[in-house]
Every structure is written in structure tokens, then in C-alpha cells.
């Protein structure tokens, strides 16, 4: 809507200008232009949050010149080219010449804006910012959303414990299980297999409902979840742990990275659905991540409770709902490598999820854009120094996020 007002902006004054006044066409463009984008400027400037990713670039201005730059001359070269010799005796003409122009101008200014998105954003969640210890009563909780799982949940329990208990302390592991409606006992088998908590949901809500639950019910101060399958080993859980435990707000196990091993490989129908997921991701998304649903996530528990106190997807849709929040909020995060067994059985129906996963996509957006992600509360505050970023990182700290003090 904000973008509205610069536009009629150019046309009027491009009308005015050609058709009242008798300019020149292409002065007369350049100089609607130019107006129109300080209208854009002030207005952005002015009515928008430094904390929001989708207008970050208005706090650069060397890249809005450059990239309005960009974007006037293709304005001007596509009113000189395709419609050279046109004399635009009608203002209708005109106008309808300047809309094709303006589109054409739209999509270099999108692409420009992207791409300065994605430095800023890259090097903003590679910041790891010195915060105070997490808070929590153990070391790691593990939260595994499951359905209908009754049959493997209890040797994913086990594993989970043993694996991990020697590394963490018998006392300082926590394994959160949360039953999404199962029909089929999945919650008594985790008790049964020594879950410490199972969380019921009365009906099955989805994988997102049940990681939020899981993760507003633990108990840890690095929080991960991952699937009832064990795709990813216990010791692939304690990569991540050590990623958080070592200064980053976030971790991702990464079945794109280039030192992951996957053991098993998935179905071909699965890993193109994963990449089309990571595709469409990027409606919603402004950062560059090789694998938006990896099922190997971990958080500092104060920023676990943060992001996913605003979460709303209760689908599949709800790892790139996270990612968004990490972005918006300018929370650091990395990506580590991790060895992959995919399982061949899966609960999810590729039409169903699929129409599901473009409707909640669509609810993101409209929820970043109406101001619903937006913080009212902050985490907690942030030593003035941060972290230095790892070699071969970019180390310049961005603009801060909630709570966050640069150096």
C-alpha cells in the first residue's frame, strides 16, 4: 500500500509535465522519477520500523539511490525504446505506456532490494550476540512431535537417552514428547520408554502445533526438536546443542551442506518436495538457506520461547514461519553440517500439504505485513560487546534486533 502513493506520484507528475507543460518526454520522466523516489524515501523513512526485514533498506541509503538508479533508467529505456516516435496525444496512452514502464522498473527494483536484503540479513544472523546464560532448569530438552507412532517412539526415547545422557548428565537431559493426537497409545509408549513429559494434544493439529507446544512446555536451557524417526542420530542432536552452547541464538541441521552425509537418501517424491518447499520459502523469506525444513533444530531458550510465542502455522509451513521471525528480529544463526538415515515412512499427503503449505505462506505474509510478528516484549538484554563472528564471516554488526546492543 505505502508503495501506492510514490507511483501515482510518478504518473501525475509525468502527465503534468509531458501534457500540461510540454516537456520534454524523458525529462519529464526522470524528473517524475526522481520525485516519486524522495516521496518513497520520506514515506518509508517515516511511517515504517527499523526492526522490519521487508523495509531494512531504507537505513541504507547509498543502496536506495543506487538501486532507484537502476530501476529509472530501465523506466526511461523502456518509454524510449518501445515507444519511440509515439507521440502520446492522449493522456490515456501515456499513462498506459508509463505502466508498462513502471512494471519492467518494478522488477529491477525488487531484485535490487532482494539482493541488498541478503547481504544485510547474512551477515546480521552470522552476529552472535553476547547474552547472558539462557535460562532453564536442565542442560537440553529434546521435544519430538509424534503421531501414530506408538510402534518406534519408544526405541526413539531410548536412543535419545542413551546417546545423550552421557554427554549431558542423566539429570540434565530432557526428552519432551508430544502426542498430536495419536489414536494408537504413542503417548503411553514414550512414558513407558522413559519420555520425561509427554504432552497430549486432544486432536492432531500438525507438526507446528506440536513443536510450539513442546517447546512452551521445556524445561531446558538449549531447546531442539527433532522427528519420531531419528533421521538425525543423538549425536547429530549434540552438534546442534554445541552450535547454541557455543554463542548462536539458532542452529540447523543441514542436509545441503557440503560436509553432511546422508546415509540413506530419501525418496525422490520427498526430496523434491523439500526443494519446493525451500523454493516457495523464499515468497516469505529474504535470506538464502539451503534447507528451510530440516528436522534438526536448536535454540537458546529464552529466543525459543520468543520466536515461537508468535508462531501461528500448525503445518509444515511453520519451520519457514521461524526463519522469518529469526530474520525479522535479527536473531544469529548457523547452519551445520549433520549425517542423514531418511525413513521411508512418512505422515505426509502430498496434495493435501502441499495446498496447505501455499495457504499458510500466504498468512505469513499477511501477517509480516500488517505488523502481527512485530515484538512487544524484548529478550532479555545484551552485553555491550558481541561475539565476534567465525573466520571467513563477515563480522560488520547489523542494525541490533530486540534487546540487542551493538559494540
Known sequence: MLALVPTLVDIALLVVLRQRLGWILVVADVTAIAVASAV??????????????YV???????????????????????LRVLYAGT??????????????ALVAAGVVRLAGYRWVLLGELTRARRVRWARPPAPGECRLSVVVPAYDEADRIGDTVRRLREGLSPATGEGDLEIVVVDDGSSDGTGDAALAAGASQVVVQPRNHGKGAAVRAGVMAARGRTVAFTDADLAYGPD???????????????????????ETRTIVAP?????????????????????????TQSGLKAFRSDVARFVFERTRVEGFAFDIEVLHLVERHQLSLIEVPVEVTNSSRSTVSALRDASRLVVDLLRIRHRSAS?????????????????????????????????????
Open 371 to 407: 505488523g502481527a510478528y512485530e515484538a512487544d516484549d524484548d529478550l532479555p538484554p545484551v552485553a555491550a560487546d558481541a561475539v565476534p563472528a567465525p573466520a571467513g564471516a563477515d563480522a560488520r554488526p547489523p542494525t541490533p534486533g530486540p534487546g540487542q546492543v551493538p559494540d
Open 56 to 78: 531494512r533498506w531504507v537505513e541504507v541509503p547509498a543502496a536506495f539511490v543506487g538501486v532507484a538508479l537502476m530501476a529509472a533508467g530501465v523506466d526511461v529505456l523502456v
Open 267 to 291: 525418496s525422490p517424491l520427498r526430496a523434491w518436495g523439500s526443494r519446493a518447499i525451500n523454493w516457495l520459502g523464499y515468497a516469505v523469506l529474504l535470506g538464502s538457506y539451503r534447507d
Open 236 to 258: 547429530q542432536v549434540q552438534r546442534v546443542l554445541d552450535a547454541v552452547e557455543d554463542g548462536w541464538d539458532m542452529a540447523i541441521g543441514d542436509r545441503r551442506h557440503p
Open 87 to 100: 507521440e502520446f496525444s492522449s493522456t490515456t496512452a501515456l499513462v498506459e505506456a508509463k505502466v508498462v
Open 40 to 53: 518513497s524515501y520520506a514515506l518509508h523513512r517515516a511511517v515504517t520500523f527499523r526492526s522490519d526485514p
